[in-house]
Protein backbone atom coordinates (compact mmCIF):
# COMPACT_ATOMS: atom_id res chain seq x y z
CA UNK A 1 0.00 0.00 0.00
CA UNK A 2 2.06 2.96 -1.39
CA UNK A 3 -0.40 5.54 -0.29
CA UNK A 4 -3.27 5.89 2.41
CA UNK A 5 -4.17 9.17 0.50
CA UNK A 6 -5.36 7.14 -2.88
CA UNK A 7 -7.82 5.20 -3.71
CA UNK A 8 -6.44 2.17 -3.72
CA UNK A 9 -4.75 2.75 -0.73
CA UNK A 10 -8.32 3.15 1.09
CA UNK A 11 -9.50 0.16 -1.17
CA UNK A 12 -6.76 -2.49 -0.04
CA UNK A 13 -7.18 -1.57 3.68
CA UNK A 14 -10.96 -1.94 3.39
CA UNK A 15 -10.54 -5.31 1.17
CA UNK A 16 -8.09 -6.87 4.18
CA UNK A 17 -10.88 -5.49 6.52
CA UNK A 18 -13.86 -7.25 4.87
CA UNK A 19 -13.47 -9.09 2.06
CA UNK A 20 -16.50 -10.39 1.18
CA UNK A 21 -18.92 -7.55 1.19
CA UNK A 22 -18.83 -4.65 -1.78
CA UNK A 23 -21.08 -2.54 -0.02
CA UNK A 24 -19.05 -2.98 3.53
CA UNK A 25 -15.50 -2.58 1.66
CA UNK A 26 -17.44 0.75 -0.04
CA UNK A 27 -18.37 2.46 3.30
CA UNK A 28 -15.22 1.90 5.46
CA UNK A 29 -13.80 3.31 2.11
CA UNK A 30 -15.73 6.90 2.84
CA UNK A 31 -15.34 6.65 6.56
CA UNK A 32 -11.50 6.75 6.21
CA UNK A 33 -12.38 9.24 3.54
CA UNK A 34 -14.30 11.22 5.86
CA UNK A 35 -11.56 10.82 8.67
CA UNK A 36 -8.92 12.35 6.10
CA UNK A 37 -10.74 15.09 5.63
CA UNK A 38 -11.65 16.47 9.44
CA UNK A 39 -8.43 16.02 10.19
CA UNK A 40 -7.16 17.37 7.52
CA UNK A 41 -4.06 15.47 7.51
CA UNK A 42 -1.91 13.40 4.88
CA UNK A 43 -0.63 10.08 5.92
CA UNK A 44 3.03 9.35 5.57
CA UNK A 45 4.01 6.45 4.06
CA UNK A 46 5.59 3.66 6.54
CA UNK A 47 5.36 -0.11 5.80
CA UNK A 48 5.68 -0.79 9.36
CA UNK A 49 2.90 1.34 10.14
CA UNK A 50 0.57 -0.12 7.65
CA UNK A 51 1.14 -3.44 9.09
CA UNK A 52 0.33 -2.27 12.35
CA UNK A 53 -2.77 -0.31 11.46
CA UNK A 54 -3.98 -3.48 9.78
CA UNK A 55 -3.33 -5.74 12.65
CA UNK A 56 -4.87 -3.08 14.75
CA UNK A 57 -8.43 -2.91 13.28
CA UNK A 58 -8.15 -6.53 12.60
CA UNK A 59 -8.82 -6.81 16.06
CA UNK A 60 -11.46 -4.18 16.61
CA UNK A 61 -15.11 -6.20 16.39
CA UNK A 62 -17.82 -3.84 14.47
CA UNK A 63 -15.68 -1.56 12.91
CA UNK A 64 -17.62 -1.50 9.70
CA UNK A 65 -20.87 -0.28 11.86
CA UNK A 66 -18.78 2.90 12.06
CA UNK A 67 -19.18 2.98 16.27
CA UNK A 68 -17.72 6.07 18.00
CA UNK A 69 -14.53 4.17 19.75
CA UNK A 70 -13.76 2.84 16.56
CA UNK A 71 -13.81 6.07 14.76
CA UNK A 72 -11.35 7.25 17.87
CA UNK A 73 -9.16 4.83 17.87
CA UNK A 74 -9.06 5.59 13.65
CA UNK A 75 -8.51 8.89 14.31
CA UNK A 76 -5.45 8.17 16.63
CA UNK A 77 -4.24 5.61 14.52
CA UNK A 78 -4.12 7.79 11.16
CA UNK A 79 -2.99 11.19 13.76
CA UNK A 80 -0.26 8.73 14.56
CA UNK A 81 0.41 8.04 11.34
CA UNK A 82 0.70 11.67 10.10
CA UNK A 83 3.32 14.53 9.92
CA UNK A 84 1.87 16.40 12.74
CA UNK A 85 1.23 19.62 10.60
CA UNK A 86 -2.26 21.02 9.75
CA UNK A 87 -4.05 18.75 11.84
CA UNK A 88 -7.40 20.15 13.88
CA UNK A 89 -6.61 17.84 16.67
CA UNK A 90 -3.60 20.30 18.22
CA UNK A 91 -5.56 21.32 20.76
CA UNK A 92 -4.75 23.32 23.91
CA UNK A 93 -3.36 20.59 25.80
CA UNK A 94 -0.65 19.73 23.25
CA UNK A 95 0.26 22.90 22.65
CA UNK A 96 0.85 23.18 26.66
CA UNK A 97 2.51 19.88 26.77
CA UNK A 98 4.70 20.91 23.85
CA UNK A 99 5.70 24.34 25.82
CA UNK A 100 6.12 22.33 29.09
CA UNK A 101 9.10 20.17 27.23
CA UNK A 102 10.45 23.30 25.59
CA UNK A 103 10.88 24.54 29.37
CA UNK A 104 12.04 21.20 30.34
CA UNK A 105 14.96 20.79 27.69
CA UNK A 106 15.80 24.89 28.42
CA UNK A 107 16.52 24.24 32.03
CA UNK A 108 18.07 20.79 32.11
CA UNK A 109 20.67 21.07 29.44
CA UNK A 110 20.17 24.87 30.45
CA UNK A 111 20.18 26.05 26.92
CA UNK A 112 18.55 29.00 24.47
CA UNK A 113 17.35 28.15 21.22
CA UNK A 114 18.18 30.43 18.75
CA UNK A 115 14.75 30.37 17.55
CA UNK A 116 12.25 29.69 20.31
CA UNK A 117 9.40 29.46 18.17
CA UNK A 118 11.15 27.60 15.17
CA UNK A 119 11.85 24.67 17.64
CA UNK A 120 8.35 24.77 19.45
CA UNK A 121 6.21 24.52 16.21
CA UNK A 122 8.34 21.26 14.75
CA UNK A 123 8.58 20.12 18.42
CA UNK A 124 4.28 20.19 18.39
CA UNK A 125 4.91 18.67 14.81
CA UNK A 126 6.41 15.66 16.11
CA UNK A 127 4.40 15.55 19.38
CA UNK A 128 1.18 15.59 17.80
CA UNK A 129 1.48 11.95 16.14
CA UNK A 130 3.78 10.48 18.95
CA UNK A 131 0.72 11.72 21.37
CA UNK A 132 -1.82 9.53 19.85
CA UNK A 133 0.56 6.45 19.21
CA UNK A 134 1.91 6.41 22.65
CA UNK A 135 -1.43 6.77 23.89
CA UNK A 136 -2.95 3.83 22.24
CA UNK A 137 0.33 1.90 22.69
CA UNK A 138 1.21 1.71 18.90
CA UNK A 139 5.42 2.70 19.25
CA UNK A 140 7.24 3.27 16.70
CA UNK A 141 10.55 1.58 15.79
CA UNK A 142 13.55 3.17 15.80
CA UNK A 143 16.20 1.65 13.26
CA UNK A 144 19.05 4.39 14.25
CA UNK A 145 18.42 3.48 18.11
CA UNK A 146 21.89 3.24 18.92
CA UNK A 147 23.51 4.68 17.01
CA UNK A 148 21.43 7.54 18.60
CA UNK A 149 22.42 6.70 22.05
CA UNK A 150 26.30 6.63 21.28
CA UNK A 151 26.29 10.20 19.30
CA UNK A 152 23.99 12.22 21.55
CA UNK A 153 24.51 10.15 24.90
CA UNK A 154 24.27 12.51 27.26
CA UNK A 155 21.09 14.35 25.80
CA UNK A 156 19.49 10.63 25.49
CA UNK A 157 20.04 10.53 29.25
CA UNK A 158 18.04 13.66 29.97
CA UNK A 159 15.12 12.79 27.69
CA UNK A 160 13.04 10.88 31.04
CA UNK A 161 12.72 14.05 32.69
CA UNK A 162 12.76 16.52 29.71
CA UNK A 163 9.23 14.56 28.23
CA UNK A 164 7.84 14.23 32.22
CA UNK A 165 4.80 16.12 30.45
CA UNK A 166 3.94 13.55 27.83
CA UNK A 167 5.18 10.56 30.25
CA UNK A 168 2.21 11.77 32.63
CA UNK A 169 -0.51 11.55 29.60
CA UNK A 170 0.53 8.51 28.14
CA UNK A 171 3.00 6.61 30.79
CA UNK A 172 5.99 4.95 29.61
CA UNK A 173 7.47 5.99 26.90
CA UNK A 174 9.98 3.02 24.57
CA UNK A 175 13.41 4.42 24.30
CA UNK A 176 12.62 4.13 20.19
CA UNK A 177 10.14 7.11 20.77
CA UNK A 178 12.33 9.13 22.84
CA UNK A 179 14.90 8.95 20.08
CA UNK A 180 13.06 10.60 17.62
CA UNK A 181 13.44 13.67 20.57
CA UNK A 182 16.46 13.53 20.61
CA UNK A 183 17.15 13.80 17.32
CA UNK A 184 14.82 16.84 17.25
CA UNK A 185 16.58 18.29 19.99
CA UNK A 186 19.75 17.41 18.81
CA UNK A 187 19.79 19.32 15.70
CA UNK A 188 19.47 22.99 17.22
CA UNK A 189 21.57 22.01 20.41
CA UNK A 190 24.29 20.56 18.40
CA UNK A 191 24.81 22.41 15.39
CA UNK A 192 27.56 25.34 14.28
CA UNK A 193 26.73 28.80 13.57
CA UNK A 194 28.86 30.33 10.29
CA UNK A 195 27.58 33.63 8.14
CA UNK A 196 26.87 33.33 4.48
CA UNK A 197 23.95 33.21 2.22
CA UNK A 198 21.12 30.54 3.63
CA UNK A 199 20.84 27.65 0.76
CA UNK A 200 16.99 26.59 0.68
CA UNK A 201 16.74 22.33 0.50
CA UNK A 202 14.23 20.04 0.39
CA UNK A 203 14.40 16.41 1.48
CA UNK A 204 12.20 13.61 -0.36
CA UNK A 205 12.01 10.31 1.26
CA UNK A 206 9.68 7.79 0.12
CA UNK A 207 9.98 5.46 3.51
CA UNK A 208 8.15 8.24 5.90
CA UNK A 209 7.88 10.23 8.80
CA UNK A 210 10.68 8.27 10.78
CA UNK A 211 13.19 8.17 8.39
CA UNK A 212 12.71 11.66 6.80
CA UNK A 213 12.57 13.29 10.50
CA UNK A 214 16.17 11.50 10.96
CA UNK A 215 17.32 12.43 7.32
CA UNK A 216 16.46 16.15 7.57
CA UNK A 217 17.99 16.31 11.23
CA UNK A 218 21.00 14.38 9.80
CA UNK A 219 21.53 16.90 7.32
CA UNK A 220 20.70 19.98 9.33
CA UNK A 221 23.85 18.74 11.83
CA UNK A 222 25.86 18.22 8.72
CA UNK A 223 24.94 21.58 6.83
CA UNK A 224 23.71 24.13 9.55
CA UNK A 225 23.45 27.02 7.43
CA UNK A 226 21.38 25.57 5.13
CA UNK A 227 17.45 26.15 5.73
CA UNK A 228 15.52 23.15 5.30
CA UNK A 229 12.25 24.30 3.80
CA UNK A 230 10.28 21.05 3.80
CA UNK A 231 10.60 17.16 3.91
CA UNK A 232 8.13 15.65 1.52
CA UNK A 233 6.85 12.24 -0.80
CA UNK A 234 8.52 12.04 -3.64
CA UNK A 235 5.38 12.29 -5.39
CA UNK A 236 4.70 15.85 -3.47
CA UNK A 237 7.89 16.62 -5.88
CA UNK A 238 7.13 17.88 -8.34
CA UNK A 239 4.00 20.40 -6.78
CA UNK A 240 6.66 22.88 -5.39
CA UNK A 241 7.61 25.91 -6.97
CA UNK A 242 11.26 25.32 -8.77
CA UNK A 243 12.39 28.75 -7.38
CA UNK A 244 11.61 27.75 -3.54
CA UNK A 245 14.49 25.63 -3.04
CA UNK A 246 18.24 25.22 -3.98
CA UNK A 247 18.90 21.71 -3.35
CA UNK A 248 17.48 18.55 -3.66
CA UNK A 249 18.61 15.17 -0.77
CA UNK A 250 16.59 12.41 -2.13
CA UNK A 251 16.63 8.62 -1.65
CA UNK A 252 15.77 7.94 -5.13
CA UNK A 253 16.67 9.98 -8.37
CA UNK A 254 14.72 12.26 -9.24
CA UNK A 255 14.46 14.86 -12.32
CA UNK A 256 15.54 18.62 -11.84
CA UNK A 257 17.26 21.84 -13.05
CA UNK A 258 18.69 21.28 -9.31
CA UNK A 259 21.40 20.20 -8.12
CA UNK A 260 20.25 16.71 -6.68
CA UNK A 261 22.49 14.27 -4.24
CA UNK A 262 20.77 11.10 -3.66
CA UNK A 263 21.81 9.41 -0.15
CA UNK A 264 20.67 6.77 1.91
CA UNK A 265 17.60 6.74 4.41
CA UNK A 266 19.76 5.93 7.23
CA UNK A 267 23.48 7.19 6.03
CA UNK A 268 26.32 5.23 7.09
CA UNK A 269 29.25 7.70 8.23
CA UNK A 270 31.43 7.42 5.31
CA UNK A 271 28.51 7.85 2.77
CA UNK A 272 27.95 11.29 5.24
CA UNK A 273 31.24 12.40 4.84
CA UNK A 274 31.22 11.69 1.11
CA UNK A 275 28.25 14.05 0.62
CA UNK A 276 29.51 16.99 3.00
CA UNK A 277 33.00 16.91 0.73
CA UNK A 278 30.48 17.40 -2.00
CA UNK A 279 28.04 19.74 -1.27
CA UNK A 280 31.03 21.99 0.62
CA UNK A 281 32.76 21.73 -3.31
CA UNK A 282 29.68 22.22 -5.61
CA UNK A 283 28.50 25.61 -3.87
CA UNK A 284 31.76 26.56 -2.32
CA UNK A 285 30.82 26.95 1.36
CA UNK A 286 32.73 27.48 4.45
CA UNK A 287 34.07 24.30 6.20
CA UNK A 288 36.26 21.75 6.08
CA UNK A 289 36.55 19.42 3.51
CA UNK A 290 37.60 15.47 5.22
CA UNK A 291 39.44 13.81 3.41
CA UNK A 292 38.95 10.16 3.16
CA UNK A 293 40.57 7.52 5.05
CA UNK A 294 41.89 5.77 1.53
CA UNK A 295 43.40 8.70 0.45
CA UNK A 296 45.19 9.45 3.45
CA UNK A 297 46.70 6.15 3.93
CA UNK A 298 47.88 6.41 -0.07
CA UNK A 299 49.18 9.78 0.93
CA UNK A 300 51.50 8.30 3.72
CA UNK A 301 51.66 4.53 2.68
CA UNK A 302 55.44 5.11 0.95
CA UNK A 303 56.47 6.24 4.23
CA UNK A 304 55.34 3.16 6.65
CA UNK A 305 55.67 -0.22 6.99
CA UNK A 306 52.55 -2.09 7.68
CA UNK A 307 53.52 -4.93 10.19
CA UNK A 308 51.32 -8.37 10.56
CA UNK A 309 49.12 -9.15 11.42
CA UNK A 310 47.73 -5.80 10.38
CA UNK A 311 46.32 -5.05 6.66
CA UNK A 312 45.50 -2.04 5.07
CA UNK A 313 42.19 -2.55 5.52
CA UNK A 314 42.82 -2.22 9.47
CA UNK A 315 44.49 0.85 9.35
CA UNK A 316 41.68 2.22 6.48
CA UNK A 317 39.20 1.69 9.45
CA UNK A 318 41.58 3.03 12.50
CA UNK A 319 41.63 6.28 9.86
CA UNK A 320 37.93 6.44 9.43
CA UNK A 321 37.50 5.76 13.41
CA UNK A 322 39.66 8.76 13.49
CA UNK A 323 38.21 11.32 11.44
CA UNK A 324 34.42 10.38 12.38
CA UNK A 325 34.97 10.91 15.85
CA UNK A 326 32.02 12.92 16.83
CA UNK A 327 32.00 16.44 18.84
CA UNK A 328 29.71 14.28 21.33
CA UNK A 329 32.74 12.43 22.30
CA UNK A 330 35.28 14.84 22.37
CA UNK A 331 37.30 16.01 24.86
CA UNK A 332 35.48 19.23 26.10
CA UNK A 333 32.17 17.71 25.27
CA UNK A 334 33.32 14.78 27.21
CA UNK A 335 33.83 16.86 30.71
CA UNK A 336 32.24 15.25 33.62
CA UNK A 337 30.18 16.30 36.98
CA UNK A 338 33.56 15.48 39.04
CA UNK A 339 35.90 17.65 36.71
CA UNK A 340 33.75 20.67 37.09
CA UNK A 341 32.46 20.60 41.02
CA UNK A 342 35.88 20.02 42.73
CA UNK A 343 36.50 20.73 46.46
CA UNK A 344 37.09 24.23 45.50
CA UNK A 345 34.40 25.29 44.08
CA UNK A 346 31.63 23.28 46.93
CA UNK A 347 30.78 25.11 49.81
CA UNK A 348 28.16 25.24 52.74
CA UNK A 349 26.29 28.58 54.02
CA UNK A 350 24.41 28.88 57.58
CA UNK A 351 24.01 32.34 56.85
CA UNK A 352 20.74 33.55 55.90
CA UNK A 353 20.79 35.36 52.55
CA UNK A 354 18.35 36.82 49.82
CA UNK A 355 17.56 34.94 46.00
CA UNK A 356 20.20 37.68 44.67
CA UNK A 357 22.69 37.01 48.01
CA UNK A 358 22.84 33.34 47.52
CA UNK A 359 23.86 33.43 43.64
CA UNK A 360 26.27 35.48 43.87
CA UNK A 361 27.47 33.38 46.77
CA UNK A 362 27.22 30.64 44.98
CA UNK A 363 29.11 32.05 41.92
CA UNK A 364 32.05 33.61 43.70
CA UNK A 365 34.71 30.29 43.37
CA UNK A 366 33.79 31.03 39.52
CA UNK A 367 34.94 33.95 39.31
CA UNK A 368 37.79 33.74 41.84
CA UNK A 369 38.79 31.16 39.06
CA UNK A 370 38.53 33.27 36.53
CA UNK A 371 36.22 31.60 34.92
CA UNK A 372 33.67 34.38 34.33
CA UNK A 373 33.26 37.81 34.69
CA UNK A 374 31.42 40.07 37.09
CA UNK A 375 29.11 40.86 34.54
CA UNK A 376 27.83 37.54 34.52
CA UNK A 377 26.37 36.77 38.17
CA UNK A 378 24.33 40.17 37.14
CA UNK A 379 23.27 38.44 33.90
CA UNK A 380 21.89 35.89 35.97
CA UNK A 381 20.01 37.83 38.22
CA UNK A 382 18.35 40.08 35.94
CA UNK A 383 17.18 37.37 33.78
CA UNK A 384 15.31 36.23 37.22
CA UNK A 385 14.10 39.01 37.61
CA UNK A 386 12.93 39.46 33.94
CA UNK A 387 11.94 35.99 33.43
CA UNK A 388 10.70 34.57 37.04
CA UNK A 389 12.18 31.41 38.62
CA UNK A 390 13.60 29.71 35.35
CA UNK A 391 16.64 28.46 37.11
CA UNK A 392 14.49 26.25 39.95
CA UNK A 393 14.91 22.67 38.46
CA UNK A 394 12.08 21.52 41.57
CA UNK A 395 13.09 19.38 44.60
CA UNK A 396 15.00 22.16 46.40
CA UNK A 397 17.63 22.97 43.74
CA UNK A 398 18.52 25.45 41.14
CA UNK A 399 20.83 26.19 38.63
CA UNK A 400 21.74 29.87 38.04
CA UNK A 401 22.77 30.28 34.31
CA UNK A 402 22.62 32.72 31.63
CA UNK A 403 24.35 32.67 28.10
CA UNK A 404 28.20 32.20 27.39
CA UNK A 405 28.30 35.81 25.24
CA UNK A 406 27.38 37.13 28.99
CA UNK A 407 30.28 36.60 30.50
CA UNK A 408 31.65 32.84 30.56
CA UNK A 409 35.42 32.71 30.01
CA UNK A 410 35.67 28.87 30.57
CA UNK A 411 33.37 25.93 31.05
CA UNK A 412 32.51 25.85 34.96
CA UNK A 413 30.02 25.02 37.70
CA UNK A 414 29.97 25.53 41.47
CA UNK A 415 27.77 24.38 44.63
CA UNK A 416 26.59 26.07 47.40
CA UNK A 417 24.38 24.01 50.13
CA UNK A 418 22.16 26.72 52.18
CA UNK A 419 21.30 25.89 55.60
CA UNK A 420 18.43 28.17 55.47
CA UNK A 421 15.96 28.10 52.57
CA UNK A 422 16.25 31.00 49.87
CA UNK A 423 13.28 31.56 48.79
CA UNK A 424 13.26 32.87 44.78
CA UNK A 425 11.73 36.03 43.86
CA UNK A 426 10.62 35.92 47.36
CA UNK A 427 8.00 33.10 46.56
CA UNK A 428 7.68 30.20 48.85
CA UNK A 429 6.69 28.11 45.59
CA UNK A 430 10.46 28.19 45.17
CA UNK A 431 11.95 27.42 47.84
CA UNK A 432 15.91 26.76 47.26
CA UNK A 433 17.99 24.60 49.46
CA UNK A 434 20.99 24.21 46.83
CA UNK A 435 22.73 26.17 44.23
CA UNK A 436 24.60 24.90 41.34
CA UNK A 437 25.66 27.79 39.17
CA UNK A 438 26.85 26.78 35.67
CA UNK A 439 29.04 28.89 33.18
CA UNK A 440 28.48 26.99 29.82
CA UNK A 441 30.50 27.65 26.65
CA UNK A 442 28.08 26.63 23.99
CA UNK A 443 25.10 24.18 24.11
CA UNK A 444 26.80 21.02 24.08
CA UNK A 445 30.03 21.12 26.25
CA UNK A 446 28.33 20.87 29.53
CA UNK A 447 25.89 18.38 28.81
CA UNK A 448 27.56 15.13 29.91
CA UNK A 449 27.57 16.89 33.26
CA UNK A 450 24.29 17.95 33.63
CA UNK A 451 23.13 14.36 32.53
CA UNK A 452 24.92 12.99 35.66
CA UNK A 453 22.83 15.73 37.88
CA UNK A 454 19.73 15.18 36.68
CA UNK A 455 20.15 11.44 37.44
CA UNK A 456 20.77 12.58 41.09
CA UNK A 457 17.75 14.60 40.62
CA UNK A 458 15.58 11.26 39.61
CA UNK A 459 16.96 9.20 42.22
CA UNK A 460 15.49 9.78 45.96
CA UNK A 461 18.17 8.13 47.65
CA UNK A 462 21.16 10.07 46.19
CA UNK A 463 19.05 13.46 46.03
CA UNK A 464 18.96 13.00 50.08
CA UNK A 465 22.48 12.08 50.44
CA UNK A 466 23.22 15.12 48.23
CA UNK A 467 20.90 17.77 50.12
CA UNK A 468 22.24 16.29 53.63
CA UNK A 469 25.95 16.58 52.64
CA UNK A 470 27.78 18.84 55.22
CA UNK A 471 30.82 19.06 53.84
CA UNK A 472 33.03 18.95 50.53
CA UNK A 473 34.37 15.32 50.60
CA UNK A 474 30.82 13.70 50.74
CA UNK A 475 29.65 15.72 48.21
CA UNK A 476 32.41 14.61 45.58
CA UNK A 477 32.11 10.94 47.06
CA UNK A 478 28.17 10.90 45.59
CA UNK A 479 29.15 12.25 42.48
CA UNK A 480 32.05 9.13 41.87
CA UNK A 481 29.01 6.95 42.81
CA UNK A 482 26.69 8.03 40.48
CA UNK A 483 29.15 8.41 37.41
CA UNK A 484 30.59 5.22 38.34
CA UNK A 485 27.06 3.19 37.52
CA UNK A 486 27.20 4.95 34.13
Given at each position: ??????????????????????????????????????????????????????????????????????????????????????????????????????????????????????????????????????????????????????????????????????????????????????????????KNKYSGKSLKAIVLCVNGISSSLIMQKRLES???????????????????????????????????????????????????????????????????????????????????????????????????????????????????????????????????????????????????????????????????????????????????????????????????RCEHTVKLMNDDKHEIKLFIVLAAIDNETHL???????????????????????????????????????
Amino acid sequence: MQNLSEDAGFYTLSKVLNDKDPLTIFKNNQLLKKIMQELQIEIVYSRYLSTLLFASLLKCRGFEKGSENINELLKSLIIGMSDGKNTIEQDNGLYRMAFNIMENVMKLAAIEFDDFTKTFMALLAHLTPAYYRLKNHFELKNVLLERIKKEYHSLFLLMDNVLQPLKEEVGEISESEKAYFVILFGGEIYKNKYSGKSLKAIVLCVNGISSSLIMQKRLESLFPAMEFILSARVSHFEKLPINSYDIIFSTVPVKSDKKVYLMSAFPEQREENKLYNQVLQDFQLPGFIKPCAQTILDSIEPYIIIKKPASKLDLIKIIEKKLNRTRKEGKLSGVMLTDLLTKEKINFTNRELTWQEAIELAAQPLLDKHEIEERYIKAIIDKVEAFGPYIDLGLGIALPHARPEEGVKKLGMSFLRCEHTVKLMNDDKHEIKLFIVLAAIDNETHLRALSTLTKILSNKERLGQLLAATNATEVEQILLEEEGEK
